[in-house]
């Protein structure tokens, strides 16, 4: 069975093809962009739009296939925003009915999971799904997904974009305050952790303080904002482990492509005795590949849901 996935929930328009095996034969990305300024909704969802054929194609010359090969086509049903949510959902609407292929809407959240579980051949690790959007901790309890931990307002991948916008670094923030955090210091900020749960908004607007008032430099403030909120979370989930007796962490999401993070896991996990993993970099942030991955797994629960922008993985 070869089976093609469609995301479209934030800032990347991705196509991936898999096999019911578990490789993956193409994954495309083409992701929205800017050198100044945060995501825009709307601009996003033309940014879908305008490069959807282009994606496709590309994966189709990647994989040496055609629609002839496709058994049917996965999509991002939620959690996103809504405009780009829509936008991919009409693209792959336009495309079932032009090719006759039947659609199946699913988890994207999920999705980020089951691409890292079968990359790594994996069965049932402690999973931290840091991207823009989501900061979960998350097990697998009697074959449902369970959020055991979770960030009470930002996602850590939102948090730091928005900091980079008031650094004027463009979007994707996080890689460019990765860089600059080579070069800073340690400021003490706020350390927020509740119980299982985490938040970063205080932080932020510590940081945006001490930026503005110009208390520190920005090389200071990218350090010591990964340090911390890094160290917050590596403090979680060594809690989740020790409590579930888990013997992996499987790291994934757009932040996930941070070394520094990997590294801080890395040492927590190793000196537990247990197994640190994640996904390599281009599987790390969103694309098509995790979509049919996910769609392949579902495809008997799930078919054309039209889109779900709140669609939260407890709920898969
Ligand atoms: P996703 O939503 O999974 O595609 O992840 C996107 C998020 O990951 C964005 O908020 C990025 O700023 C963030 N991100 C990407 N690369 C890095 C990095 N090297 N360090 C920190 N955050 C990153
Ligand atoms: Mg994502």
């Given at each position: 069975?070869?089976?093609?996935?469609?995301?479209?929930?934030?800032?990347?328009?991705?196509?991936?093809?898999?096999?019911?095996?578990?490789?993956?034969?193409?994954?495309?990305?083409?992701?929205?962009?800017?050198?100044?300024?945060?995501?825009?909704?709307?601009?996003?969802?033309?940014?879908?739009?305008?490069?959807?054929?282009?994606?496709?194609?590309?994966?189709?010359?990647?994989?040496?296939?055609?629609?002839?090969?496709?058994?049917?086509?996965?999509?991002?049903?939620?959690?996103?925003l809504?405009?780009?949510?829509?936008?991919?959902?009409?693209?792959?609407?336009?495309?079932?009915?032009?090719?006759?292929?039947?659609?199946v809407?699913?988890?994207?959240?999920?999705?980020?999971?089951?691409i890292?579980?079968?990359?790594?051949?994996?069965?049932?690790?402690?999973?931290?799904?840091?991207?823009?959007?989501?900061?979960?901790?998350?097990?697998?309890?009697?074959?449902?997904?369970?959020?055991?931990?979770?960030?009470?307002?930002l996602?850590?991948?939102?948090?730091?974009?928005?900091?980079?916008?008031?650094?004027?670094?463009?979007?994707?923030?996080?890689?460019?305050?990765?860089?600059?955090?080579?070069?800073?210091?340690?400021?003490?900020?706020?350390?927020?952790?509740?119980?299982?749960?985490?938040?970063?908004?205080?932080?932020?607007?510590?940081?945006?303080?001490?930026?503005?008032?110009?208390?520190?430099?920005?090389?200071?403030l990218?350090?010591?904002?990964?340090?911390?909120?890094?160290?917050?979370?590596?403090?979680?989930?060594?809690?989740a482990?020790?409590?579930?007796?888990?013997?992996?962490?499987?790291?994934?999401?757009?932040?996930?492509?941070?070394?520094r993070?990997?590294?801080?896991?890395?040492?927590?996990?190793?000196?537990?005795?247990?197994?640190?993993?994640?996904?390599?970099?281009?599987?790390?942030?969103?694309?098509?590949?995790?979509?049919?991955?996910?769609?392949?797994?579902?495809?008997?629960?799930?078919?054309?849901?039209?889109?779900?922008?709140?669609?939260?993985?407890?709920?898969?």
């Amino acid at each position: 069975m070869i089976i093609l996935g469609v995301e479209s929930t934030a800032h990347t328009f991705g196509v991936g093809i898999v096999t019911s095996d578990g490789a993956i034969v193409a994954n495309v990305t083409d992701s929205f962009t800017s050198t100044e300024g945060g995501m825009i909704p709307h601009e996003i969802a033309d940014h879908h739009k305008n490069v959807a054929e282009k994606v496709l194609a590309k994966a189709f010359t990647d994989a040496g296939k055609s629609w002839s090969d496709i058994n049917f086509i996965a999509y991002s049903a939620g959690p996103g925003l809504d405009p780009a949510l829509w936008a991919g959902y009409n693209i792959v609407k336009e495309w079932s009915e032009k090719y006759g292929k039947k659609i199946v809407g699913v988890n994207h959240c999920a999705a980020h999971l089951s691409i890292g579980a079968v990359w790594n051949k994996m069965t049932d690790p402690v999973y931290l799904y840091v991207s823009g959007v989501n900061t979960q901790i998350i097990v697998q309890e009697g074959g449902k997904y369970k959020v055991i931990g979770e960030t009470l307002d930002l996602g850590l991948g939102n948090m730091l974009d928005k900091f980079a916008r008031l650094l004027q670094l463009g979007f994707p923030g996080g890689p460019k305050i990765e860089i600059l955090a080579k070069n800073g210091k340690y400021v003490e900020l706020p350390y927020v952790v509740k119980g299982m749960d985490v938040s970063f908004s205080g932080i932020l607007t510590k940081i945006q303080q001490l930026y503005e008032r110009k208390q520190a430099s920005k090389e200071d403030l990218c350090f010591s904002v990964q340090e911390t909120c890094f160290a917050m979370l590596t403090e979680v989930v060594e809690r989740a482990m020790a409590h579930t007796e888990k013997k992996e962490l499987l790291l994934v999401g757009g932040v996930g492509a941070n070394k520094r993070f990997c590294e801080m896991l890395n040492i927590m996990c190793t000196e537990r005795g247990t197994q640190f993993y994640n996904v390599p970099m281009n599987l790390a942030g969103d694309q098509g590949a995790m979509i049919a991955w996910e769609g392949f797994l579902r495809k008997d629960t799930y078919s054309d849901m039209e889109v779900n922008p709140h669609w939260r993985v407890d709920e898969v």
